[in-house]
């Protein structure tokens, strides 16, 4: 990573970068820079049963089973824009690898594709955890790609800022 995007990061900048895929798959990967510990910024990302709480556009969120680090995890969040607006349910397969990387995987619900995952990283250069969110979108219903980033251009500072905000109160 170069010097002058750590220093955008430590600034309060969030990295978004989407990229088209074939079969109308869109691709997203963004980072953030939080002021807390690997340890807190995973506290936060894995209390599935309270995301709701501070995550914009999740509206419920909960954990249904839990066999060592692979969760099954139901939710249903908001995506859309304006007047667009759709509720939409999916359930997840998640793989966590304490502290690195969360991976996850819709097993049912309302995408074609939904799958990513979260990695948190530290640097000698940063104080500090970057986390990164990278996934691989394509709903069931009809969006096209373009409505698709650009929902997510929208979407994702709030989330990431959220998950900043929570773990750097922890």
Request: glycine content about 6%.
């Amino acid at each position: 990573m170069k010097e002058t995007e750590i220093q955008q990061l430590q600034k309060g900048d969030v990295f978004i970068n989407l990229t088209y895929l074939p079969d109308d798959v869109v691709s997203v990967s963004s980072k953030i820079h939080i002021n807390a510990t690997p340890e807190h910024v995973w506290k936060t990302l894995t209390d599935y049963d309270n995301l709701s709480s501070y995550l914009p556009k999740v509206i419920g969120s909960h954990v249904v089973e839990r066999h060592g680090n692979e969760i099954t995890l139901d939710q249903t969040g908001k995506t859309g824009i304006f007047i667009f607006e759709k509720v939409v349910h999916f359930r997840l397969k998640i793989r966590e690898e304490f502290p690195d990387s969360i991976s996850f995987e819709q097993i049912s619900g309302d995408f074609l594709v939904y799958q990513g995952e979260w990695i948190l990283e530290t640097s000698s250069t940063i104080q500090g955890t970057l986390l990164s969110y990278n996934a691989k979108l394509k709903p069931l219903f009809f969006a096209p790609p373009i409505l698709v980033s650009f929902v997510q251009w929208q979407d994702l500072p709030g989330i990431l800022k959220a998950h900043k905000q929570r773990a750097e109160a922890v």
